[in-house]
């Protein structure tokens, strides 16, 4: 069985938790480090742009004024809003062969938060279709429009992911929220949708929260729990922190990438 590393949860910058996962990414590349699954929230709330996302596409001046950071990915998709929620992300080498394509791989890492889930009573499911329709495929929000094997609960996307692959590594990090502001996202965005009413969604299109679909609480050492469990039934899940060399890499790659307008605005 594959030795899995489990990185504790912490809450830190956005910066630094995009610097991290790349350099988690990295050491994995290299061969100094075993895969990881790591868990993360974010201090102060980010709002994070997929790495081919127009930066035309969010409300920079709002999100200053509430004290917002931005963010750009090395992983594609759209823009989330990381507030209330749990974060992951897994690094493992890509499996050889077809199933190691991207579709697969979206599958099978999606299906250990899925399980974990499971496990808790939420009643999560794929999501099936391949592209998603009208107006959510033209939104830049994340949530608004799920693909294929994305997880839902209630018919609405409770789990938003993205994956990068770099020399035959896998990186891919998601958002599972507990709670949604859905007008506070809304402002934060600056397109409207084609029906140019100048909302960027229909209200079922966005997010909704495991706490509002499910009308409980739940505490955030609940879910990284679960989600582990779920990936112990194919990995041997080993409790680390990161090594010295990641987090001296994560330190530059922060400084000398992540808080730089040259990458965060690039496009």
């Known amino acids: 069985m594959t030795s899995l590393r489990v990185l504790d949860y912490a809450e830190r910058s956005g910066s630094w938790n995009m610097a991290l996962d790349e350099a988690l990414l990295q050491s994995v590349i290299s061969g100094r480090s075993l895969p990881a699954l790591r868990f993360y929230g974010w201090t102060p709330s980010c709002l994070s742009l997929g790495y081919f996302q127009k930066i035309r596409d969010i409300n ?3 999100c200053r004024e509430e004290g917002i950071d931005i963010i750009r990915r090395p992983t ?10 749990l974060t992951y992300s897994v690094v493992i080498p890509a499996p050889e062969g077809r199933s190691g394509s991207v579709l697969e791989t979206f599958r099978l890492i999606n299906e250990g938060i899925l399980q974990g889930l ?9 999501h099936r279709k391949e592209k998603a329709a009208g107006a959510a495929r033209e939104n830049p929000y994340c949530f608004a429009a799920p693909s294929q094997f994305e997880i839902l609960v209630q018919g609405r996307k409770a789990v938003g992911s993205a994956q990068m692959r770099r020399e035959g590594v896998i990186l891919q990090h998601g958002s599972i929220p507990l709670s949604v502001d859905r007008e506070r996202i809304g402002s934060l965005m600056s397109r409207s949708d084609r029906s140019g009413d100048g909302r960027i969604v229909q209200a079922e299109d966005l997010p909704a929260g495991l706490e509002e679909l499910l009308g409980r609480k739940f505490e955030l050492g609940e879910l990284v729990d679960a989600i582990t469990k779920a990936f112990g039934g194919r990995f041997r899940c080993l409790g680390v922190q990161p090594e010295r060399d990641e987090l001296e890499m994560a330190l530059r790659l922060k400084e000398e990438k992540y808080e730089t307008e040259s990458w965060t605005f690039r496009r």
């Open 118 to 126: 499971e496990s808790m009573g939420v009643a999560a499911v794929f």
């Open 76 to 85: 594609g998709g759209r823009a989330v809003l990381h507030d209330r929620e």
């Open 60 to 62: 920079i001046s709002r």
